[in-house]
C-alpha cells in the first residue's frame, strides 16, 4: 500500500461559511425577531394579560377607557417591553394649556434612565433626535416608569425574561442556522483528504478544484469526480443524528419556559392527556398573570387618579380562575361535610375568609356526620 500524505482542503463547505458570517443574537430585541421560541414566549405573555377583563370608573360610575390611545395596545406593548427590555416607559402628555391629554408610550430601547440631584431623569434618543426637545430631560412627573427587580441596579431597567433566556435564545438560533445552512449549501461535510505522495501535482489540483466547485452549494453535491490516484476520505464533521440536536432544543425551551414562566406544554405537546395540560393552563393563568394583573392595577391607578379615574383588573372574571373557584367551593364543601371545621377547610384550600364574616366563622360548627349504618340483625 502506497504511503498517504494527508492534505486538508483549503475552501472549506460553504456552509461553514455562512454560520462564521451568520450574525449572533446578542440582544433581547435581536431575539424577539430572530427566535420564534422568544417571538411566542413574549406573545403569549402579552396575550395573555390582555385577556383580562379590565373595568374603568369614574367615581363609582363605570366608564370606558377616557383616552384616545386604544387600551389593549397600550397594554400588550407595556408588557412586551418589560418582557424584553425590563422596562416600560409612558409620557404623561398634555397640551396647550399643560393640562393632562393621557398616556403615550415610549419604545424603551430608545430611552434612558440615570439619577441625579435625588430624583430619576430620563431622555429618549430617537434617529438621531434626542427627547424631549423643550428641556434637558423629563423627571417622573413626565414619565409613568416600570422596572423589573435587579439586585444590582435600582434606579435603571431590571432583569427582563428575555435577557435570562439569552444564551438559549441564541442556541436555537445556531441550532436553525446550522440545519438551515448544512443542507441549503449541499449537506457535505467538513473531510480531509488522504491523497497518495506519488500524486502527480497537476492531479491533485485538479481534485482540489472539483472539489471546491462540489462545496460551493447544494447544485453542485452530486457531481461525478473521476481520477487516475487512489482518495482515502476523513469526515470531520459527525453525523447530524450524533450532535444531540433534538437534547439541546428540548434544552433551550425548558429554559425560555421556565424564564417567561410559562408551562412547557403551551410550547410542546408533550402531555399525557388533555387534562394535565388544562391543569398547567390553569396554573399559569393564576400564578403569572394573575398577580402581574394586579402589579399593572395598582401602577396604572395612580396614573388615574390625577384624571379622577380609577381601573380594576376583573381577575376573577377569567373562565379558568372560576373553573379553579368551582373546584376549591367543592372541595370546601366537601371538607366541612366531613366534619372539618370551615375555617380549617378554608386554610387549607388558600380562600381568604372576609374580614366581616370570620366571627360567624370562628363560631360556626361543622354538620353531624351521618350515623354509620347497621348491617346484620334487625
Not at 471546491?212 to 473521476?226: D, E, Y
Request: hydrophobic share 45%; charged share 20%.
Amino acid at each position: 500500500m502506497p504511503p498517504y500524505s494527508t492534505k486538508s482542503i483549503v475552501s472549506l463547505p460553504s456552509w461553514v461559511e455562512q454560520l462564521q458570517q451568520a450574525d449572533k443574537v446578542s440582544s433581547t430585541a435581536q431575539a424577539f425577531a430572530r427566535v420564534p421560541l422568544v417571538f411566542r414566549a413574549v406573545r403569549l405573555r402579552c396575550n395573555s394579560l390582555v385577556r383580562v377583563p379590565v373595568h374603568f370608573y369614574r367615581g363609582r360610575a363605570e366608564v370606558e377607557w377616557p383616552f384616545a390611545v386604544r387600551w389593549r395596545e397600550l397594554l400588550w406593548r407595556t408588557e412586551a417591553a418589560q418582557l424584553l427590555a425590563g422596562a416600560a416607559y409612558w409620557l404623561r402628555l398634555v397640551n396647550a394649556y399643560r393640562l393632562p391629554k393621557g398616556p403615550q408610550w415610549l419604545n424603551p430601547f430608545t430611552m434612558r434612565v440615570w439619577y441625579e440631584q435625588g430624583e430619576r431623569r430620563f431622555e429618549q434618543r430617537l434617529e438621531g433626535t434626542r427627547y424631549p426637545l423643550d428641556r434637558p430631560f423629563w423627571t417622573e412627573e413626565d414619565i409613568l416608569y416600570w422596572s423589573e427587580f435587579s439586585p444590582a441596579d435600582d434606579v435603571g431597567p431590571g432583569i427582563s425574561p428575555a435577557a435570562v433566556a439569552l444564551g438559549d435564545a441564541q442556541l436555537m438560533h445556531s441550532l436553525a442556522g446550522f440545519a438551515g445552512a448544512f443542507f441549503e449549501n449541499g449537506a457535505m461535510p467538513v473531510t480531509l483528504l488522504g491523497l497518495p505522495a506519488t500524486t502527480p501535482e497537476p492531479e491533485r489540483e485538479r481534485v482540489e478544484n472539483v472539489l471546491r466547485r462540489m462545496l460551493t452549494g447544494l447544485r453542485n453535491a452530486w457531481r461525478v469526480l473521476a481520477v487516475r490516484a487512489e482518495i482515502k476520505p476523513t469526515l470531520l464533521t459527525p453525523p447530524l443524528r450524533d450532535l444531540a440536536i433534538p437534547e439541546l432544543r428540548h434544552q433551550a425551551i425548558d429554559a425560555v419556559a421556565w424564564a417567561f414562566d410559562i408551562p412547557r406544554t403551551m410550547f410542546m405537546e408533550d402531555v399525557a392527556n388533555r387534562a394535565t395540560a388544562d391543569n398547567y393552563f390553569r396554573q399559569y393563568i393564576t400564578q403569572t398573570i394573575v398577580p402581574r394583573g394586579e402589579l399593572y392595577q395598582e401602577v396604572i391607578n395612580s396614573f388615574l387618579a390625577p384624571f379622577g379615574y380609577t381601573c380594576r383588573f376583573c381577575v376573577d372574571e377569567m373562565a379558568e380562575v372560576q373553573a379553579e373557584q368551582g373546584e376549591r367551593a367543592q372541595a370546601f364543601a366537601a371538607y366541612v361535610r366531613g366534619g372539618m371545621a370551615p375555617q380549617i377547610a378554608a386554610a387549607v384550600l388558600g380562600i381568604d375568609i372576609p374580614r366581616e364574616f370570620e366571627s360567624e366563622w370562628t363560631t360556626m360548627t361543622p354538620p353531624p356526620s351521618p350515623a354509620p349504618k347497621r348491617s346484620g340483625g334487625k
